[in-house]
């Protein structure tokens, strides 16, 4: 009918962000370590967007954030451009002028020679944080620099902005004795002289106690998610994945599934329906999906192939075009499927899908 507007079904496949799951899990993890929170949004928030999560956290008031990269710390400025927030950059910046430029920088020092080359550059340790290094192959300055680091501190009467060291799966024995030695060597080089102390990560808080820490930095717990099957009860997933059907065929009518001829699919099982969804590998939704399961008015469907922009699922006669389609809804056991950990599959999803908070 001339005049009449048509609404316009939407098949896109979005990602839904809830802000009170994200804020609760973090007044949770805090209450539970009784430290302040350093949030990680490394690789675009584990792929949560790290600009939508960034201003969900700056609303609650959490203003220090912790990013690998200096373009993920620009993202961070693009959307909260305030002088109030600090953001540690993980990995060594080589154009020394971005830290002196920008009052919200914090640099990780890497290693000794960093910390020098910062220096003589004029930038002040207020605007450092040493990192210390026990031997896991990753950055930081070793425990035998640490009589050398001793001596410039007191040289040059340094105070920084922190100090902090990296637990990651370690034994329990192991653990205990990293943190003693992070607490000695704090001790050491005088605790009054580091603003923020942390060494815990998600996992490393749960099992390890510090007494001389003042925050903990927690990535993947903030999430909801967990790891190597430490879970966390009272953490809620954050983000949901949710499709729709955007078409049906019937098999029989078909030569072809996509690409591939349908006898590939119809080796042990008989395929009646398919029906396509607007998500691909293309999106980051790997093809070490296929095989796995999606969830269709509360049943599982299994994916049986992905392709760059769309995905086909083995559907039967109760779904119809537009029925919602919630992917990774059980990301555990898509990480035995695939053999990929959370963090893999999430964190590559791309900017084509769009994030949208709730």
């Known amino acids: ?90 990995e060594t910046i080589e154009e020394l002028e971005i830290i002196k430029k920008n009052p919200t920088y914090i640099m990780a020092i890497n290693n000794f020679e960093e910390l020098l080359r910062a220096l003589n550059f004029g930038i002040s340790s207020l605007k450092m944080k040493l990192k210390i290094d026990f031997n896991f192959g990753r950055n930081g300055i070793p425990k035998d ?53 942390d060494i815990q990560n998600s996992m490393g808080f749960k099992f390890f106690k510090s007494y001389i820490v003042t925050h903990t930095r927690i990535g993947t717990y903030n999430y909801g998610l967990y790891e190597d099957g430490n879970i966390e009860k009272n953490i809620k997933r954050v983000a949901t994945i949710k499709s729709r059907i955007s078409s049906i065929k019937n098999v029989e009518e078909l030569k072809y599934i996509a690409y591939e001829k349908k006898e590939k699919f119809q080796n042990n099982e008989s395929i009646k329906l398919i029906g396509k969804i607007n998500f691909g590998y293309g999106d980051g939704f790997l093809k070490f999906n296929e095989g796995s399961y999606a969830l269709i008015n509360g049943i599982e469907y299994k994916i049986i192939q992905i392709n760059m922009d769309s995905s086909f699922l083995q559907i039967d006669e109760n779904i119809n075009i537009y029925d919602e389609v919630e992917l990774y809804h059980d990301i555990y056991e898509v990480e035995k499927h695939t053999k990929l950990k959370v963090t893999e599959l999430l964190s590559i999803i791309n900017e084509r899908i769009v994030r949208k908070e709730i």
Request: charged share 30%.
């Open 1 to 90: 009918v001339l005049g009449v507007k048509i609404k316009m079904r939407d098949y896109s496949t979005k990602m839904y962000i809830n802000k009170n799951n994200l804020i609760g899990n973090i007044k949770y993890l805090e209450n539970l370590s009784n430290k302040k929170m350093l949030p990680i949004l490394k690789a675009n928030a584990y792929g949560h967007d790290i600009k939508l999560i960034a201003k969900i956290l700056y609303e609650n008031n959490y203003k220090n954030f912790v990013v690998a990269r200096e373009s993920e710390a620009k993202d961070i400025m693009d959307i909260i451009n305030q002088k109030d927030i600090k953001i540690l950059i993980l």
């Open 145 to 197: 620099e640490i009589v050398r680091l001793k001596k410039l501190i007191i040289d040059k009467n340094l105070i920084f902005n922190g100090i902090f060291a990296h637990l990651f799966s370690v034994d329990y024995d192991d653990g205990v004795n990293i943190i003693k030695e992070f607490e000695n060597i704090i001790n050491y080089l005088g605790k009054e002289r580091f603003s923020i102390i």
